[in-house]
């Protein structure tokens, strides 16, 4: 492929929301939900597929800190599967984004456009991905 994409990640204990670039870079989708209840053997597999069909060339992951500013217990966890990402996928570019608002916003749009309750956690981190690339996109135009 001549084209590779950019992968954005919303890492959670549970679940990881995952969106990728069109192949222009310039819009993003949502992709899919890992669940993996706290195993990151099944999400780093997963990746490696869909860096491999995508041919993905950049990763954008939420760091989620505090609305205060602070860096929280979650920082540490995502921090420690960052350095996991970095060191199976060591030719890829992996940036940190600040994912601060980025599921206020997920909500937002779920309400917006009428997701049933029992919907919302299956999509949510899908959604947040989706901020997280797009924030990435974004910061790299300019």
Do not use: W
């Amino acid at each position: 492929m001549e084209n590779p994409r950019i992968l954005g990640i919303d890492y959670g204990d549970s679940r990881v929301g995952l969106a990728i670039s069109d192949p222009l870079g310039i819009t993003a989708q949502g992709l899919e939900t890992i669940f993996h209840n706290g195993n990151d053997k099944i999400v780093l597999k997963r990746l490696e597929e869909i860096i491999k069909e995508y041919d993905v060339s950049e990763i954008a992951i939420g760091l989620p800190i505090n609305m205060n500013g602070t860096l929280g217990e979650r920082v540490e966890i995502t921090k420690k599967f960052i350095h996991k990402l970095k060191c199976k996928f060591n030719n890829i570019h992996i940036e940190e984004i600040d994912e601060r608002l980025t599921t206020v916003e997920a909500h937002k749009t779920m309400n917006f456009l009428e997701v049933k309750n029992k919907d919302k956690r299956k999509i949510v981190d899908t959604i947040s991905a989706v901020y997280i690339l797009e924030t990435y996109m974004n910061k790299n135009k300019k």
